[in-house]
């Protein structure tokens, strides 16, 4: 497992325990690279997708122009145009799934992960309404009856690539990403990047405090 501050590409910086992974959206071109390297990697179901980008004001031009940053329309109480953001499990700190899974099914592992014991998920999808990010998947949902405990089959998300990172490689979505706008490293790297790119975080002070705790103090 690789950890520390080795650099392994421009968007992978550090692996392994305590990295997180994160979306500069001022680098995302929508271009759907990170969908497809997943779904290849991990043989992801065609209706099923770990990660997923979501389009925000599509077609509508920022306050200065298309090319406006994201972050700093925002900050200026303006509309941000058009922003593309890669979406999938952020193994939050404060992880609201966790929380609401009534079997222990999902954890908070000690090395950050947030995973899913297949064998303890009874597919009741409380996690589908608790995720703010839309990350938890049922891929095997008896759609019918999908909204009765037990029918949702097993919840399936974004792994963060935990096999790879085990052998030192990083998240295939990132290492893939044309224009690095996937992030995996510590808080303060990923923050140091974004500050680097003249980036912003986009998201707000209350998922910013779900996804890294105290951590969320790095990007302040
Ligand atoms: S669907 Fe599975 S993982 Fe999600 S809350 Fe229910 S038991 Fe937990
Ligand atoms: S980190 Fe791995 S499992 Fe998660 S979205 Fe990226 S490629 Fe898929």
């Known amino acids: 497992m690789s950890t520390g501050n080795e650099v392994m590409h421009d968007g992978v910086m550090s692996t392994g325990e305590d990295a997180r992974i994160f979306p500069d959206v ?18 992801v179901p065609r209706d099923e997708q770990r990660i997923s980008i979501a389009t925000m004001l599509e077609g509508q031009e920022a306050a200065s122009g298309l090319n406006a940053s994201s972050g700093q329309a925002m900050e200026q109480g303006e509309s941000p145009g058009e922003t593309a953001v890669p979406m999938q499990c952020y193994h939050c700190s404060n ?3 966790v929380s609401v899974c009534p079997t222990d099914s999902l954890i908070s592992k000690e090395n950050g992960f947030v995973r899913v014991r297949d064998d303890l998920c009874i597919g009741c999808q409380y996690c589908l309404s608790a995720c703010p990010f839309g990350a938890p998947q049922f891929p095997d949902e008896d759609s019918g009856v999908a909204d009765l405990v037990g029918s949702g089959g097993n919840m399936d998300k974004c792994t963060m690539c935990e096999e790879r990172q085990d052998v030192g490689k990083g998240p295939a979505c990132a290492e893939e990403c044309a224009t690095d706008a996937i992030l995996v490293g510590t ?3 990923i923050s140091d990047e974004l500050d680097n790119r003249d980036s912003g975080t986009f998201f707000n002070d209350v998922a910013m405090d779900i996804i ?9």
Do not use: L
Request: net charge negative.
């Open 212 to 220: 890294f705790g105290e951590d969320a103090s790095e990007f302040q």
């Open 95 to 97: 992880a609201p799934c």
């Open 26 to 43: 001022e680098a995302c071109i929508d271009c759907g690279g990170c969908v497809v390297s997943c779904k290849r990697t991990w043989d």
């Open 187 to 189: 808080p303060a790297q």
